[in-house]
């Protein structure tokens, strides 16, 4: 099993920055692949950015790609999320995935059920 728990999360006015964090453990060993998602009130959780833990290798979804981040901690086991230019739209709960898939094919990992296990969530609002 792997335990995942994000931080991080809070309330920023459109055009400000957050970082998130997830941190792994357990058998963290497992895991190859990294992913944060976000699900707003009313709406399908919906993919925001995977990171490929050996390598580095990232995927973005459109809506967020140039404004967010995503980046890997491999010795603490920690995935981070870099959130600037956050706009309204950007307020959901969000949530980080790990996967023991082991090949890299972004477009594959962009689906929740490719992901095996999930944290709690932390609730980031960006207020206009």
């Known amino acids: 099993q792997v335990q995942l728990v994000e931080s991080g999360g809070g309330l920023v006015q459109a055009g400000g920055s957050l970082r998130l964090s997830c941190a792994g453990s357990?058998?963290?060993?497992?895991?190859?692949?990294m992913g944060w998602f976000r699900q707003a009130p009313g709406k399908e959780r919906e993919f925001v950015a995977v990171v490929r833990w050996s390598g580095g290798s990232t995927y973005y979804a459109g809506s967020v790609k140039d404004r967010f981040t995503i980046s890997r901690d491999n010795a603490k086991n920690t995935v981070y999320l870099q959130m600037n230019s956050l706009k309204p739209e950007d307020t959901a709960v969000y949530y980080c995935?790990?996967?023991?898939?082991?090949?890299?094919?972004?477009?594959?990992?962009?689906?929740?059920?490719?992901?095996?296990?999930w944290g709690q969530g932390t609730q980031v609002t960006v207020s206009s």
């Open positions: 995935a790990a996967t023991g898939e082991m090949l890299w094919i972004p477009v594959a990992l962009t689906t929740p059920t490719s992901y095996d296990y």
């Open positions: 357990g058998r963290t060993f497992s895991v190859s692949a």
